[in-house]
């Protein structure tokens, strides 16, 4: 089964994008607050696709600098920066991430597209 992990949302976001990844992937979410937390996870066990918001919800950090630090240390699972805006994500994009997507197009049947092609790209690692 498709694992996500998703990193830094608050409560409401992640039930809306839990959806999505059901309906897209069927995929269960698994969640974590904060960098620390969302690292523990991931060297408990193996992600197919994370999610990271571009601002923690706890205030415990910034999404670009988790998945550049993540990618910097060779962190192969891909990763998507949730952000509506444009200059986030070519930022995450130029740190390693997947072509990410923002909560106002979570509804929009190319986020689910995007989400397949990173499973898809994770698949064949």
Request: glycine letters at 10%; a neutral charge.
């Amino acid at each position: 089964m498709t694992v996500v992990l998703s990193v830094g949302q608050c409560g409401y976001d992640d039930s809306r994008i839990g959806q999505v990844v059901r309906s897209a992937l069927g995929a269960s979410l698994d969640r974590a607050a904060s960098p620390e937390d969302a690292q523990r996870k991931m060297l408990a066990k193996k992600y197919d696709l994370v999610l990271v918001n571009r601002v923690f919800d706890a205030g415990t950090g910034m999404g670009l600098d988790f998945i550049a630090q993540l990618k910097k240390s060779g962190e192969a699972t891909p990763m998507m920066l949730v952000s509506d805006y444009a200059d986030a994500q070519a930022a995450a994009m130029a740190n390693g991430a997947v072509p990410g997507f923002g909560k106002s197009a979570l509804s929009s049947p190319e986020v689910g597209e995007r989400l397949r092609a990173a499973v898809s790209e994770s698949a064949t690692k």
